[in-house]
């Protein structure tokens, strides 16, 4: 086994420490993007919060078109909304804004 020093990054977590002030602290930052990236929505416009509190969902919103649908089934939203719940148990201020 060989030392390494501290560590820096684990399982795409950065650590970030200040002996100091006896602080450790977590960014998730890179594990966010990699998930955007994985399901091709690194695009998408950014923001504090998505949604609105009382904005109500309805079939309006669905897609209209078949390329719009195909789209659709091109992301494995299950896995999506998974690799989002890790995040949000693991950040407590991105159950918030997700």
């Given amino acids: ?6 560590a820096s990054y684990i399982l795409g977590i950065k650590i970030i420490r200040d002996r100091s002030k006896r602080m450790l602290g977590m960014i998730q930052t890179s594990y966010v993007e990699k998930v955007l990236k994985r399901f091709k929505m ?47 148990q693991c950040t407590s201020q991105m159950s918030l804004s997700l």
């Fill in 42 to 88: 690194e695009n998408l416009k950014r923001g504090f919060l998505p949604m609105r509190h009382g904005v109500n969902l309805s079939k309006k919103q669905s897609p209209k078109t078949d390329e719009e649908l195909r789209k659709m089934f091109d992301i494995p939203y299950a896995s999506a909304v998974g690799s989002i719940q890790y995040v949000v």
């Fill in 1 to 6: 086994m060989k030392d390494l020093g501290e």
